[in-house]
Every structure is written in C-alpha cells, then in structure tokens.
C-alpha cells in the first residue's frame, strides 16, 4: 500500500512541479455509507456500520499538445502521458484502506508511431468472446472465453491511423528476474525466462465495416506438446468481423483458433439492433467451455431501453431483461439442470428542478444449479440528487450477490452468493452519501 501511494504522489508532484504549466485531470468520487446486514438464516449475526470507499483517476500529460520534441511551432509531435486510476475501499480484516489499481497506463506516440511503457500486453484471441456477467461491475471486460494461460510483462509497438488502422507487435515475458517464490530470495518460480511474442491488426477499409485480427506465439520448452497449467494454448489466433449495414444495427462475428493436442477452435455471432441485443457462442473440441464435448453452444438474449436516446420510450424510464444460457447440448449432471441466470429491472429519473432529480429502482436476479437449485435475489432502493455532483441514496438488497461471476455454474462460478429463499439472506440495508469530482 505505502509503494502505491508513494508513486502516486510522486506522479502528482512531478505533473505540479515539473510540469506546472500542464493540467492534471482528477475524475473519481468519495461515499460514506451506513449499512445494517440481517446475516442469513434463523441464528443469524446482525452487523452494522459505517463504511467509507473512493475511486479516483489521474490523467497526467507530460507534453503541451502543441509542444513538439524540437521545441517548434508544430502541431502534436509528442504525447506522453499516464492514466492512473485506482478505488479505495477498507481492507478484510482491517480498519485501513487498501488501493485497487485497476489500470494504469503510459505509452509514447511520435507521428501515428507508439510504444507502450505499462501496462502489460495481451497474448489471448477472443475475437469470438461471448459477454459480460449480468452482475458486471465497473469496467470488467469479463472472462477470457479462449484464451493461452500466459500473463506477465512486457510491451506494445505499433502504428495507428484513426478510424483507419492500428498494427502492432508484442513482446512479453512470463515473470522476469525479479520474481522469487520465497521472502529471502532462496528459490526461483515454477515458470521464468518464458517469451511470447504476438501481431495485433485492426482495419476500417470502408465506412461501417470494420476487421481485426490477432496470433500470439508463446515460447516455451516443451514446444507444442500436451498443454500445461501454464501453458493452456501454445499458439493462438483470432479474426473478427463487425459491420454495421444500417442504422443501429450492429452484427459481430468471430473466431479463434489455437494448438493444443491438435486444434482447438470456438466462434461467436452476435446482433444488436436498438433494443434487442441477443448473440450465440460456439465451443469446438478442445476449446475452454466445450464441457467435454466435440462441440457446444451457449445463448444470451438481452432487451434494453435506457432513460435517454434511441431506445428510450418514455423519457427517465429505464427498463430491461436478460437471459444467459449455457452448455445447451450437454447432459446435465445429476440434479443439475442447463445453466441459466437471468435479470429484469427498472428505474425511473424524474427531475425536479435543472439540478435537482430522483431515481427509483429495483431489480430482480435468479439463477439455476444453486447448491439449493433455484436461488433468487433482489434489490430496490432511490437515488435523489438535492445538487449536482452530490447523491443521497438508500438501498435495500435482499440475497447477496457476488460481482463479475458468471451464472448458474458456468466457469464454476454462480451469480448469487447467497440467496433470499430456501433459509438464505436475510436482507441488508445501506444508507449513503457520495460526492462526484
């Protein structure tokens, strides 16, 4: 935590010394909350108190946009910046705050030309990836559908042209010199001085049509032989394809590929037209979610209008339902069921005054293959805003929900933590205060 905060501030002190003449754009908001937790079932412990969080983004530029390398006249040469943005909530088991960074970036640009410092580059495809959980949570961009067991570090060099092109290679290491498995030092990882290498492309050729393509190579001894925990995919690829034929529709295919035991492949296809959002991923022999199958499919089917623009009905009226379905050509297990989890919800902004509004809400959430099979929650509360940037909110939320988690077992993961039937929760309450900068 102390590293953390030290290299913030060094950021902020170096973007209000050195640089005093450039903006730092802060963004992030600051709650106080009061809640009250009834626990679960008939002994539960009822816990209460308050409870503080704060998210918080920095954009820190280096250079002048009209500033070039040379000190001339010319336009942009040069933007070197950071974004830094991390949350701050309590941690378990400690009255202090504990930082999230959940991104930080740098990256330097020079005529179209760019190489990133930080952060690390991807080696997965998933050009065919499937969606985002139900319960998602901030900027999550979910699960990798198909993707190699190879994170570490290291860097992106390429060329972008706007709403044209953006070519890129990548370099990266699976750990570094650095890294040791004990306190003192004693003994190295399980996996070190492992490469990859990968070719990221994206191309707009004509107006509403646009394809990207990605194959990522992963270095390693024991060559493209019977995959490893580490080493899931030792070769992969990915091309998409999106197009956008009329106004506002938007189709989206995809597929990937790789080597392992042979070829592991999936695809996915999905359209969105306005209100209706609905896709299809398909999982070949092999591949991360084929369930023991040669081949097998999930479904997700999404209707959505929101409070403002072309999908609103009644203005402040937001209202929707989504379903997803998973593994439908498998046998479900004994007492199981297909996977499904499934949400409707609605919500209500009226303005009082230009500044002053309420929002009502509500939400329903269900899932299968439970451990007690269908579990349920939900949640309601209002939102009122008395002056800008200011929000006072009180929410009720009947069964706990676990965020960014997948629905009934798929991925072994379940939406609902704990649900509102079958003896489950029991209800908990917040009230709470946020300021928005």
């Not at 580059?121 to 959980?133: E, H, T």
């Not at 949570?137 to 042209?161: A, C, D, N, Q, R």
């Amino acid at each position: 935590m102390k590293k953390i905060l030290s290299i913030l501030m060094i950021l902020v002190l170096l973007g209000g010394a050195a640089f005093a003449q450039l903006a730092v754009t802060p963004k992030g908001s600051a709650t106080l909350s009061w809640g009250i937790d009834f626990g679960s079932g008939s002994s539960a412990t009822v816990k209460h108190g308050f409870y503080n969080e704060q998210d918080l983004k920095l954009v820190i530029p280096f250079f002048d946009t009209e500033q070039s390398f040379a000190g001339g006249s010319a336009d942009k040469t040069a933007d070197v910046y950071a974004d830094v943005q991390f949350k701050l909530t309590p941690a378990a088991g400690s009255k202090e705050t504990k930082p999230d960074v959940d991104d930080i970036s740098a990256q330097l640009n020079f005529y179209g030309f760019y190489i990133t410092v930080f952060n690390k580059p991807s080696f997965d495809s998933s050009k065919a990836i499937g969606w985002k959980p139900i319960n998602v949570s901030g900027s999550y961009i979910g699960h990798y559908w198909f993707s190699p067991e190879f994170t570490g570090w290291g860097t992106k060099i390429g060329y972008v042209k706007k709403d044209f092109m953006d070519v890129s290679i990548k370099l990266g290491s699976d750990g570094n010199w650095k890294e040791l498995t004990s306190a003192d030092g004693s003994s190295a990882p399980g996996t070190h001085s492992q490469y990859a290498m990968g070719l990221d492309f994206e191309m707009t050729p004509v107006k509403l049509i646009s394809i990207e393509a990605t194959v990522n190579a992963i270095f390693d001894k024991a060559n493209y032989k019977t995959a490893t925990a580490n080493y899931g995919k030792m070769l992969n690829f990915g091309v998409g394809l999106t197009s956008e034929p009329m106004e506002g529709l938007k189709i989206k295919a995809g597929f990937d590929g790789a080597a392992v035991d042979g070829f592991a492949w999936d695809a996915g296809l999905s359209a969105v037209y306005k209100w209706v959002d609905a896709a299809l991923y398909f999982a070949g022999k092999g591949s991360d979610h084929a369930n023991t199958k040669d081949f097998n499919m999930n479904a997700h089917l999404a209707f959505t209008s929101k409070e403002e623009g072309d999908t609103n009905f009644v203005p402040g009226l937001a209202f929707g339902a989504v379903a997803n379905a998973y593994y439908l050509l498998s046998e479900p297990a004994p007492n199981k069921t297909v996977p499904l989890g499934f949400k409707v919800h609605a919500s209500y902004k009226r303005h009082l005054t230009d500044a002053m509004w309420v929002k009502p809400y509500a939400a329903f959430y269900g899932e299968t293959n439970n451990p007690d099979g269908l579990a349920m929650a939900y949640n309601a509360g209002v939102i009122f805003s008395p002056i800008e940037k200011v929000e006072v909110k009180a929410a009720w939320e009947h069964g706990k929900l676990n965020k960014n988690k997948y629905e009934g077992g798929f991925n072994s993961e379940k939406m609902i933590a704990t649900p509102l039937n079958n003896k489950g929760h029991n209800g908990t309450f917040v009230l709470s205060l946020k300021l928005i900068y």
